[in-house]
């Protein structure tokens, strides 16, 4: 009972049939949706109005708080707060009682007041959906991006988002208000790889006019056209691994070295001596030589543009860098020529490899990098002295059969390459096997770190 008085009197109201009534008191003064965004403000007059003659959508929610309370509100309130029926101490009374009595939120900390990007983004859209008149639905939440690529003040949109006709309607106004939901000047949208050698992307610039970007990763700037060159986030995990191997005063060879998305880590970081970057594709070789310069190791590299097949290069490297997907075989006899005869030196071959799914017994057992939490992912790459006391046999154990069978095979096929193009046996150790990230279901990126060393005469 919200108040226990007799012959008008309201002197004895109590908190529980408040407290009882809140949740239909909170709707009625204007609570915000399940999404968590503040009611747009169309949206409230229209709460407060409700429809004609029938006291609005907040009245009807004020009587459902009375009868939950088991009570009888007073029917109007005069300006000050009070029932003009009743004695002024005791209207004022009854409005204090329903202001204390309501359940108050605590304090938010700064952190927790900041909505995450991905709700405010759905909150700005609802809102604007609201003042044009339209109504927000299950297709249009399905449509919005949780997830999104963002390369300094632009941010790049997956190809399967605002793909409902509503969308259009709104014209340039959407892609404004999205932009400022994610704190972004421009904005572009993905579309399908293009089936050509190149691998180039189709990117439609939504917002701006400019489509050079400056992406920072580890320490490294990136500078690049988005609308010509792809960026794949999902290599960081052996972006990073590069940077943590110790090249001083190796020559690297990188046969497809596109941006420089590995050539820069190898100079920057791992400290390798000189890199010889092949690249074909013209908008990547601009790239390419405007990131040698932004990071101060333009003079460290030398650029061959044009097919790597055809790379005029021998006996120069310690280390071949082999980063196409979904494989670099055509590259390695090349690999095999620019390798150091008197030493060798590693080859790191990328390759996607089709894989069974795994039995359900097995699954947490030999997750993924790409299944596993974010301080799994970088793991440190091991040296060959540690590789030659049984870490074979510990590989074998933990990597799928597939990428293993795929593994040997390539061994096999290298070191058959280096003996017929030296005429001396040559002998080939799978030092490592990193699984990158899932490229399609069933297929993964994966990198083979293969040593590469002549026979030593008998």
Known sequence: MLCSGRSGTWGGCRGEGVREAAPALQAAFGRGPALGCPVPAAEGARRQRGPAGAGGEGSGAVAAGQ???GAVLPAALDPGGRDPALPPRHGFRL???????LPQDPVPSKAASVQPPAQKLRCELRRLLVERGESWSEELERDVPRTWQRHGDLVLLSEDSFSAALWAKLGPVLWETVAAALGAQRLAKRGRVLPDKMCSPTVTLLLGHNSWVEHVDNGIRYTF?????????GNITEKLRVASMQCSGEVLVDLYAGIGYFTLPYLVHAAAAFAHACEWNPHALEALRRNLALNGVQDRCQIHAGDSRQLQLRDVADRVNLG???SSEEGWPVACRVLKKSTGGVLHIHHNVESRPLPPALKDEQRLPEESSSEQKD???RGSEEMESGVQEVLAARVRPEWWSWAEAAAVRI????????SQPWQTHILHIEAVKSYAPHVHHIVLDLECR???PA
């Open 225 to 233: 056209d988005v609308t010509k060159c792809m960026f794949s986030p």
């Open 415 to 422: 070191r058959g390459l280096l003996t017929e193009l030296h």
């Open 67 to 69: 009868r939950a309370a």
């Open 454 to 456: 002549p026979t030593p």
């Open 379 to 381: 793991e440190e790459h």
């Open 324 to 326: 196409l997907i979904p």
């Open 95 to 101: 409005v204090a009682s329903l202001t204390a009595s």
